[in-house]
């Protein structure tokens, strides 16, 4: 079963009722009448479909479905659920009595409502470190020597979190020996671990290496950002053996050629599989649940529409209950819309991080820290619930 949020925008419904000074007993259940959803259903059998429909429409909700459905010339449709927050909750009990895959249904509504009981306005800032001379924005390289200056400077503009890696993986990028990477980011690893850099900021070693990640999350590193999105049981292994979180990052091919022509049925779709097999292979090689991220992988084996229906739909990856990283920083998404070199990049970049902090993003990847806590400051103040 896969349910995909279509709905445009959530207002902030309990700051409507607190300025028409209405009774806090009433904000919970008013609030959630006040929202409505769009939930596109696919591949529902349509026998479940008709009966979906009667049960909407009898809590005041309704069902969008192909004309087919009423006379089950088809087995499966498509559909949309149109309701508001209390409907989906009554569905969400009511379906698991029904037949024709409607319990799955129920289950999904549920994980749905769980996602969204609570959002997120507090979103996290992970700045990006480069120990290498081939990233593709020269203005994230740095040098050993400046490393320790650079993250101090970050911490002060608004980073939670640092990456930090030493290979590029950008578009034709070719991959370097184990033994190369970890001359490049050892020194790095060893200098922040030796000043206890980790007890002022989170750090996350961006690498797809079993020996790097190993070191990295021995040496006072938290967080293993994985852009092969633990394909590699090797990783899987080392960051459950050190405890550590891992951002489970999608992405089709490999960097080298991984935007020769990437193609998709359905990239939303395919993304989540993704994420569901990954979650799940994770929790069998012992990392928890609640230390994994998950990352769509903009820009990783992407056209730009597959990247812009990927933030589009981003809340529908909220139902895993998992934080939500997003990093389009200076990416040639940007490029595609409107021809900017990358230093002129960083209004594209603000434009679409609010996009995403708007979809349910709830971390940032980012190379200008301080432009992004401007950004995210304002963007809070418009979504603050009073007390």
């Known amino acids: 079963m896969f349910i995909r949020d279509i709905t445009e925008l959530e207002k902030n419904s309990l700051n409507i009722l607190k300025e028409l000074n209405v009774d806090k007993g009433g904000h919970s259940i008013l609030s959630r009448k006040m929202k409505t959803y769009l939930l596109y259903i696919s591949d529902l059998n349509v026998f479940g479909a008709n009966i979906l429909k009667q049960d909407a429409l009898s809590i005041g909700a309704d069902l969008a479905v192909p004309k087919d459905t009423i006379t089950c010339s088809v087995k499966k449709v498509d559909v949309i659920l149109i309701a508001t927050y209390r409907q ?39 700045g990006v470190m480069n120990i290498n001379s081939n990233s593709f924005f020269e203005d994230s390289r740095f040098l050993e020597s400046k490393s320790l200056e650079t993250a101090e400077k970050m911490i002060i503009d608004g980073a939670k979190i640092i990456d930090i890696g030493a290979v590029s993986t950008q578009p034709n990028s070719q991959n370097v020996s184990e033994d190369e990477e970890f001359k490049r980011i050892k020194g790095v690893i060893d200098l922040f671990y030796a000043q206890k850099i980790y007890e002022k900021v989170e750090l996350s070693i961006d690498s797809f290496t079993p020996k790097i990640i190993d070191y990295a999350l021995s040496h006072g590193f938290s967080i293993a950002n994985d852009v092969t999105g633990l394909r590699n049981d090797e990783v899987a292994k080392v960051i459950a053996k050190n405890g550590g979180k891992v951002i489970i990052m999608h992405m089709q091919g490999v960097p080298a050629t991984m935007q020769n022509n990437p193609e998709y049925s359905d990239v939303v779709r395919e993304v989540y599989r993704y994420f569901q097999e990954m979650i799940e292979k994770g929790k069998r090689f012992g990392i928890k649940e609640d230390n994994m991220i998950l990352d769509i992988g903009i820009g990783f084996g992407k056209t730009l529409n597959h990247n812009i229906a990927l933030l589009q739909s981003l809340k529908t990856f909220a139902t895993f209950g998992l934080p939500l990283l997003v990093g389009v920083s200076r990416k040639s998404l940007i490029d595609h819309i409107i021809p900017t070199p990358i230093k002129e990049r960083l209004p594209g970049t603000l434009a679409l991080h609010q996009k995403a902090l708007e979809n349910g993003a709830s971390i940032l990847r980012v190379h200008d820290v301080r432009e992004h806590r401007q950004m995210v400051e304002i963007w809070k103040a418009f979504h603050k619930v009073g007390d």
């Open 88 to 126: 989906l909750e009554t569905l969400s009990k009511k379906e698991l009595a029904q037949p024709f895959g409607l319990k799955d249904v129920a289950k999904e509504l549920k994980n749905f409502l769980k996602a969204y009981k609570y959002q997120d306005f507090d979103p996290t800032l992970m």
